[in-house]
């Protein structure tokens, strides 16, 4: 009986290790977006002043093919809390905003690759891009990217596994300086899936266009 027993829980902790294993050696499939399966990474926006104007929980499943950014903003007197889905295939924003109880889809192009695991040096030209070494963020070795608007701002995104973790932005006019800092990060761990969709009773508008 002893021996039986102990063949039984010899299978049962390969079998926790080997999933342990997998868990560990997990591979991104070919052309992912992220380098992780999924993350939650709460950050906060401040401006020049160090003044908080921004909450922001963002949702990664399936290496990127999901992702969801909830953002609490308050900037100016004005309150915002929306909810971005974001569907790269397929170039479509879901902006949701809880107070109205609408979500708008937005047929959305945008000059930031959003893809910065496989940025090649002409991918780098055509987003107006420099790669600039690397940075520690949060125990993360990010890549750091500049990029310049019409000679008065420049953004520097720290990219960690493809994931933006961080953007710093800087501009002629000081009190429109912002930068962001993380809060904590969790990763390949369970995304609630409604986190990717329209909560029900939700009106349901289109727009053309977007940032």
Same mark, same amino acid.
């Given at each position: 009986?002893?021996?039986?027993?102990?063949?039984?829980?010899?299978?049962?902790?390969?079998?926790?290790?080997?999933?342990?294993?997998?868990?560990?050696?997990?591979?991104?499939?070919?052309?992912?977006?992220?380098?992780?399966?999924?993350?939650?990474?709460?950050?906060?926006?401040?401006?020049?002043?160090?003044?908080?104007?921004?909450?922001?929980?963002?949702?990664?499943?399936?290496?990127?093919? *999901?992702?969801? $950014?909830?953002?609490?903003?308050? =900037?100016?007197?004005? +309150? /915002?809390?929306?909810?971005? &889905?974001?569907?790269?295939?397929?170039?479509?924003?879901?902006?949701?905003?809880?107070?109205?109880?609408?979500?708008?889809?937005?047929?959305?192009?945008?000059?930031?690759?959003?893809?910065?695991?496989?940025?090649?040096?002409?991918?780098?030209?055509?987003?107006?891009?420099?790669?600039?070494?690397?940075?520690?963020?949060?125990?993360?070795?990010?890549?750091?990217?500049?990029?310049?608007?019409?000679?008065?701002?420049?953004?520097?995104?720290?990219?960690?596994?493809?994931?933006?973790? *961080?953007?710093? $932005?800087?501009?002629?006019?000081? =009190?429109?300086?912002? +930068? /962001?800092?993380?809060?904590? &990060?969790?990763?390949?761990?369970?995304?609630?899936?409604?986190?990717?969709?329209?909560?029900?009773?939700?009106?349901?508008?289109?727009?053309?266009?977007?940032?």
């Amino acid at each position: 009986m002893k021996t039986t027993l102990t063949l039984i829980a010899s299978a049962l902790l390969l079998i926790g290790n080997g999933s342990a294993l997998r868990a560990q050696t997990d591979v991104p499939p070919e052309g992912a977006r992220y380098g992780v399966r999924s993350a939650i990474i709460k950050k906060t926006a401040s401006n020049e002043m160090g003044k908080g104007i921004g909450e922001f929980t963002i949702y990664i499943d399936d290496y990127g093919a *999901k992702e969801a $950014i909830e953002a609490r903003m308050d =900037e100016y007197g004005i +309150s /915002e809390h929306t909810i971005t &889905i974001r569907y790269p295939e397929r170039d479509l924003l879901l902006i949701v905003e809880p107070e109205e109880r609408t979500a708008t889809w937005i047929e959305w192009k945008s000059d930031t690759p959003y893809d910065y695991r496989h940025l090649t040096p002409k991918k780098l030209r055509n987003y107006g891009l420099i790669e600039e070494g690397s940075e520690d963020v949060q125990g993360k070795t990010c890549r750091v990217f500049k990029q310049t608007y019409n000679d008065q701002t420049v953004v520097t995104i720290y990219a960690w596994e493809g994931i933006e973790l *961080k953007k710093d $932005i800087k501009t002629k006019k000081a =009190e429109l300086n912002t +930068s /962001e800092n993380i809060e904590s &990060i969790e990763v390949n761990v369970p995304i609630p899936q409604e986190k990717f969709e329209v909560p029900k009773g939700y009106k349901i508008l289109h727009r053309r266009g977007g940032e």
